[in-house]
């Protein structure tokens, strides 16, 4: 098969890969230098979409309404854009080997792609319950959500079994954000997962009290503290049950696991550094191998502001990764150096009527501030982490942009601070003081 050869490769096609396209764009790159390969169908998206208004019934988000690099506020790149600027899409094609040392990729179909400069933007995996084995997991209508043609089956399931029961396995925000999206589908949903409360990884005891009172309030059943151990089928092999390790069995037409992922970095194992899971960077997105960067959920690189390495799956980081790592490759081809990338960790979710940010670390003490009870007219609470007397991280439901960018500085700066209670008092106004 013939051997295609590009100046500059990214493999993988999602959000940093579309952001890094721009920047490319942005920095001059030339008809027929750049390649994105992409074992999706459809040009880089932004990916959050898919467990929000894609799986709604009225004001359904489809492509191509969602492109990068619209989740920014910036224009979106349609896939003739790619045409215009001379970049190739190469979709629907995987890599299924990539030789570092010969700079070589080679697809499902056989095809041969060299590279002078790599991006490895392969994003994650979800974790599958027949993965652990979990009896009758292989059963129809058991839905993940990682891409968009998985969407799509989810979206068929909806319609399929209108109006029917759902179990959601999974506490984490995938789990928070599909639940919510079932329930506004009219299904009758249930959560489970094995945590005392949902989103355990960021949210504190205080805050998941909060949604967890907002959901039972929208009707969702949340079940804490087990997990499902098996499912049982019909005759078409549909499942129709989940059975929990508690002995309970729940019905079911449809199950949505979001129960995490890991990054896709198994094409590349022994040939790179790697670290806490990920690729190893540096602060410009450089890994161990000359004229390979990685970006995205791959990348373990070092976080500036806490002084150590770190992996983020976000997509704020995504796309910010990605135009560091391209800034980087332009510059050192013109013998200049840019900044080092100084990451503020910042995550969101949405659902229902809420909102939430998260700007820094989530250690230390905490304080909860504003109104957090589920009846609350306004939702507008929030919590602060506080580590060596100083604010390191900082929660905001129902923020305004400027309250928003309040907490986020908040994070940056890492204010002393004497009192929690005081600070618990205080509230969004210590925010707004900084
Ligand atoms: P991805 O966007 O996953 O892109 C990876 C691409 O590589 C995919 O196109 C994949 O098909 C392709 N690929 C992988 N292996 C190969 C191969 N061997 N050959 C060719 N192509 C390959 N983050 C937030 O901060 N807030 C949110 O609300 C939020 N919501 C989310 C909702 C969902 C449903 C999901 C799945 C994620 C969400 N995220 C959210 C996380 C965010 O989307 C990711 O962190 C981000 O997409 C990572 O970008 P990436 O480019 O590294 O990976």
């Given at each position: 098969m013939a051997e295609k050869s590009f100046k500059y490769v990214i493999v993988g096609g999602g959000v940093a890969a579309g952001y890094a396209a721009r920047e490319f764009a942005k920095q001059?790159?030339?008809p027929g230098e750049l390649a994105i390969i992409s074992k999706e169908a459809v040009a880089p998206y932004e990916r959050p979409a898919l467990s929000k208004a894609y799986l709604f019934p009225e004001g359904t988000a489809r492509l191509p309404g969602f492109h990068v690099c619209v989740g920014s506020g910036g224009?979106?790149?349609l896939p003739e854009w790619y045409t215009e600027k001379g970049i190739s899409l190469i979709l629907s094609t995987e890599?299924?080997?990539?030789?570092?040392?010969?700079?070589?990729?080679i697809s499902a179909a056989g095809e041969t792609f060299k590279y002078q400069i790599l991006i490895i933007a392969?994003?994650?995996?979800?974790?599958?319950?027949?993965?652990?084995?979990?009896?009758?997991?292989?059963?129809?209508?058991?839905f993940y959500l990682r891409e968009i043609d998985e969407a799509d089956e989810l979206v068929k399931g909806i319609k399929a079994k209108k109006n029917g029961k759902a179990v959601v396995?999974?506490?984490g925000y995938i789990g928070l954000e599909l639940s919510a999206a079932l329930r506004i589908n009219n299904f009758d949903v249930s959560m489970v997962f094995p945590e005392p409360w949902c989103m355990p990884r960021l949210f504190t005891a205080g805050i998941a009290a909060f949604y967890e009172g907002y959901y039972a309030?929208?009707?969702?059943n949340i079940i804490k503290g087990t997990v499902a151990v098996g499912f049982g089928t019909n005759g078409n092999g549909e499942v129709t049950d989940v059975k929990l390790k508690d002995g309970r069995v729940l019905e079911a037409d449809i199950v949505v696991v979001g129960?995490?992922?890991?990054?896709?970095?198994?094409?590349?194992?022994?040939?790179v550094d790697e670290e806490k899971g990920g690729i190893k960077t540096d602060a410009f997105f450089k890994t161990s191998v000359p004229d390979v960067y990685a970006v995205g959920d791959v990348a373990t690189f070092p976080l500036k502001l806490y002084g150590e390495t770190r992996r983020v799956e976000h997509v704020d980081h995504a796309r910010k990764s990605a135009e560091q790592a391209v800034k980087a490759i332009f510059a050192s081809e013109q013998g200049k150096s840019i900044s080092e990338y100084d990451y503020l960790p910042y995550f969101y979710s949405r659902s229902f009527d809420l909102s939430w940010q998260f700007y820094g670390d989530n250690v230390g003490e905490t304080v909860l501030f504003g109104d957090s009870s589920p009846e609350s007219p306004t939702h507008k609470f929030g919590s602060y982490w506080i580590k060596d007397g100083k604010v390191v991280g900082a929660f905001l439901e129902s923020g305004t942009p400027e309250e928003n960018q309040a907490i986020a500085k908040v994070a940056r700066v890492q204010p002393p601070v004497s009192s929690l209670d005081q600070l618990a008092t205080e509230g969004l106004t210590f925010a707004s003081k900084i």
């Open positions: 001059g790159v030339k224009e979106r790149l890599i299924v080997k990539a030789d570092l040392a010969s700079k070589t990729l392969t994003g994650s995996t979800v974790f599958r319950l027949t993965d652990f084995g979990v009896q009758g997991a292989d059963a129809k209508n058991i396995v999974g506490g309030n929208k009707g969702i129960v995490g992922g890991k990054p896709l970095t198994t094409l590349f194992k022994d040939q």
